[in-house]
T-cell receptor, first 113, second 114 residues
Framework: AQSVTQPDIHITVSEGASLELRCNYS??????LFWHVQSPGQGLQLLLK??????LVQGIKGFEAEFKRSQSSFNLRKPSVHWSDAAEYFC???????????FGAGTTVTVRA | DTEVTQTPKHLVMGMTNKKSLKCEQH?????MYWYKQKAKKPPELMFV???????INESVPSRFSPECPNSSLLNLHLHALQPEDSALYLC?????????????FGEGSRLTVL
């Protein structure tokens, strides 16, 4: 069974500083990996996804993530954080022909001025 | 149209009420999902409909009753709920068994049970 671990429950970062959110997964085959963001009171928005190919993927809102098979990781990064990036971030792993998407516990990002 | 639309956005109901949540998509997706999400927690899968048939029920109590009248519409009927059922209910969709797992989420219906 697949599983996802987000080691950081809460991260506080200054506006303009860089951000990195960690995600480790466990899955027997090649995983499909996702990062979603959820602003307070909103639904989940897909930031980026990895299925195959280039291990560095670009997403929306200036985010990128790197797939490292050797480390079973899919960490999310942003070079310069904006106050609007304050939100809950969820890493998720899925697979072809599998309806179930396994979510990590989430990381809350707080942006200070 | 790349949206999943959920109504109502907010719902307050008593424990003896009967209400329904509605979800609609016009992306041609053949799989539709209900998730329940508590504050600061990840979404928890409740039900999956594939080609208008219930394919997954994650042992959800019978006070939650899903319905998929057609490939674009998904309902969640609520009856005799408990206060602990208060949560954000998210609908999602994708192409199903030929998909890559990517889900398209609605904005959610926030349910409060008094």
């Amino acid at each position: 069974a697949q599983s996802v671990t987000q080691p950081d429950i809460h991260i506080t970062v200054s506006e303009g500083a860089s951000l990195e959110l960690r995600c480790n997964y466990s899955y027997g085959a090649t995983p499909y990996l996702f990062w979603h963001v959820q602003s307070p009171g909103q639904g989940l928005q897909l930031l980026l996804k990895y299925f195959s190919g280039d291990t560095l993927v670009q997403g929306i809102k200036g985010f990128e993530a790197e797939f490292k098979r050797s480390q079973s990781s899919f960490n999310l990064r942003k070079p310069s954080v904006h106050w609007s990036d304050a939100a809950e971030y969820f890493c998720a792993v899925g697979a072809a022909n599998d309806y179930k998407l396994s979510f990590g516990a989430g990381t809350t990002v707080t942006v200070r001025a | 149209d790349t949206e999943v639309t959920q109504t109502p956005k907010h719902l307050v109901m008593g424990m003896t009420n009967k209400k329904s949540l509605k979800c609609e998509q016009h992306m041609g997706h053949r799989a539709m999902y209900w998730y329940k999400q508590k504050a600061k927690k990840p979404p928890e899968l409740m039900f999956v409909y594939s080609y208008e048939k219930l394919s997954i029920n994650e042992s959800v109590p019978s006070r939650f009753s899903p319905e998929c009248p057609n490939s674009s519409l998904l309902n969640l009927h609520l009856h005799a709920l408990q206060p602990e059922d208060s949560a954000l209910y998210l609908c999602a969709s994708n192409y199903g068994d030929r998909d890559t797992g990517e889900l398209f989420f609605g904005e959610g219906s926030r349910l409060t049970v008094l």
